[in-house]
């Protein structure tokens, strides 16, 4: 699916991304860790990638088997999230640098996280496991 890039169609997206998971079988906890994950992504996107125009982000969902996988794409300025260091989270609140979290929070609530550049695209892709799996081929 594909969206314009705003905070305004946020609801849309997250329908989108809970009815995927409802089709690969994600429930509970795993279902609620990738709809923060997806709102975090998505902020990042709207906010930085596209603060002032109107352009697209896809979506899509692949799975099956063990796993949901979520797929956002596309074609601001190259921009890797994960290249971006961990927060120092034991840091007293005010000593904290600003920025980080919600990064941090999709490399904690997903199974499996990777970005890459490909055909003038930024493209990251989140996994969660919807069964007990050993490791994501």
Not at 83 to 96: C, F, G, M, S, W
Not at 98 to 111: A, K, N, P
Not at 114 to 123: E, L, V
Request: aromatic share 8%; glycine share 8%.
């Amino acid at each position: 699916m594909t969206y314009v890039a705003s905070v305004d169609n946020l609801d849309r997206v997250i329908g989108f991304v809970e009815g995927c998971a409802d089709r690969f079988g994600l429930k509970g906890v795993k279902k609620s860790r990738m709809l923060v994950a997806i709102e975090e992504a998505l902020a990042n996107f709207f906010h930085y990638a596209y603060p002032r125009s109107e352009e697209k982000v896809e979506l899509a969902c692949p799975g099956g088997g063990n796993f949901l996988v979520i797929k956002i794409a596309d074609s601001g300025v190259a921009f890797n999230l994960l290249l971006l260091p961990d927060p120092n989270i034991t840091a007293d609140i005010i000593e904290r640098k600003i920025g980080g979290l919600g990064v941090y929070l999709i490399r904690m609530l997903t199974d499996d996280v990777s970005c890459q550049r490909k055909d003038g695209r930024n493209i990251l892709r989140m996994v969660l496991l919807t069964r007990n799996a050993e490791a994501l081929s």
